[in-house]
């Protein structure tokens, strides 16, 4: 397998993503199925981004507590009174036990199990019980107010919780108006459409991927294999209807299908999904590193990316209309069928590609499509910047 020379790429690994002249080249393989690069992307890239990591909707109600792992740091989301959402490191103060384990409800203190130390939903220490000898919850020149729990720097944009580990990352609103000029330059069919009026109809569930979370995303937004992979599922989206997008932090594709709207309609998605195809305009956009949207004009999906290893990723399609469309479960159901079959389709292709790349000739990298691949460039570029 190759190695990571000095915990970081070498600079002419870099400088193939950027030639002078000729056809760029991606990361090489190791980035790709080497435990090193992955613990180095766990240590330099996660902690500097805002990284996606929930759903507003999974924790509606105050004392919902949800635990999640981000760069394998164990963090906990939690619905505070306010009806803010609180994020935190998920360790207890005292011996660093893993505060929560499992997602749960209606809690009005974080109880770690090892010695009942307890915790308010702001993070606040409440309780040491016998710490400084039996029936003594103090001890001489200890300071409760010193020990709550660590914060970590949350943002809930519409339904999409993000979190960034270092707190230094630039504001969540400054790097996602790419996202939301794109959007509102596209033609839906609502006028005075508002990401906040989005309704969750539906969760798609599709387990580990046996691929490294890179390839997840890529395939994701980039167009070029679509007639390939998906030549019935996706028929109705000619190669030549779609374009890449590469802008600052926020990479995908567009589809924009001659003579039909950009803003097909859900009872038209439906009739898609019946004939077992998608045939309608579509944006695909990435805030990198792995906050995925993608827009059908009456529908919206978001995917959820969790890294877990260097060839693991875990992945979560949800599924949400405008508030102005009434569907019926069959609609809903429709859909939700035809995007299991599409990314079925692509599933295999990422764990075929995470298998290939363990060969050397990929040592030097992938291939990119100037035309098409642009935005994978460009992804992959901010990758190396993030481990350096």
């Known amino acids: 397998m190759a190695a990571i020379h000095d915990s970081v790429l070498r600079p002419e690994e870099i400088a ?5 002249q000729g056809i760029a080249r991606g990361l090489p393989r190791s980035a ?8 180095l992307e766990c240590e330099r890239l996660f902690p500097r981004q805002w990284v996606f990591v929930g759903h507003a909707h999974d924790i509606p109600a105050t004392g919902d507590v949800m635990p999640v792992t981000v760069a394998g740091i164990p963090v906990i989301l939690v619905r505070a009174r306010n009806g803010e959402v609180n994020a935190f490191h998920n360790t207890c103060r005292h011996r660093g036990r893993k505060l929560v384990d ?9 109880v770690c199990p090892y010695h009942r130390w307890a915790y308010g939903l702001d993070g606040a220490l409440r309780a040491t019980p016998h710490f400084g000898g039996y029936q003594k919850s103090s001890a001489p020149g200890f300071d409760r107010n010193a020990f709550g729990l660590k914060p970590v720097r949350a943002v809930q944009w519409h339904d999409w919780l993000l979190v960034n580990l270092d707190g230094q990352a630039a504001s969540f609103e400054e790097q996602v108006t790419p996202i939301v000029q794109r959007v509102a ?18 969760t798609i569930e599709f387990g580990e991927v046996r691929g490294n979370w890179k390839i997840v995303v890529e395939n994701f937004i980039e167009p070029y294999h679509v007639p390939c992979v ?28 001659k003579g039909s709207k950009a803003a097909v309609s859900l009872e038209e998605q439906r009739a898609a999904a019946a004939r077992k195809q998608l045939d309608s305009s579509a944006l695909y956009l990435v805030l990198f590193p792995n906050f995925a949207l993608g827009f059908y004009g009456d529908s919206v999906i978001s995917i959820l990316t969790v890294p877990l290893a260097a060839d693991r990723t875990r992945e979560r399609f949800d599924l949400y209309v405008w508030d102005y469309v009434d569907p019926t479960p069959e609609t809903v159901e429709g859909w939700m069928d035809l995007n299991r079959r599409i990314n079925a389709e692509d599933i295999g292709m990422i764990e075929a590609m995470q298998e290939g790349l363990a060969s050397p000739v990929m040592d030097e990298g992938a291939l990119i499509s100037p035309h098409w691949e642009h935005c994978i460039q460009q992804f992959e570029k901010m990758v190396a910047e993030g481990v350096l």
Not at 16 to 20: D, E, I, N, S, V
């Open 16 to 20: 193939r993503l950027t030639p002078a």
């Open 32 to 39: 790709f199925n080497d435990e090193a690069f992955f613990r």
């Open 102 to 110: 499992e997602f749960c409800r209606n809690r009005q203190l974080l």
């Open 185 to 202: 330059d596209w033609d839906f069919r609502a006028e005075g459409y508002d990401l906040a009026n989005l309704r969750h109809v539906g």
């Open 230 to 257: 998906h030549s019935d599922s996706c028929a109705g989206q000619p190669l030549e209807a779609h374009f890449a997008i590469s802008d600052g932090r926020v990479v995908g594709s567009a589809a924009r299908i």
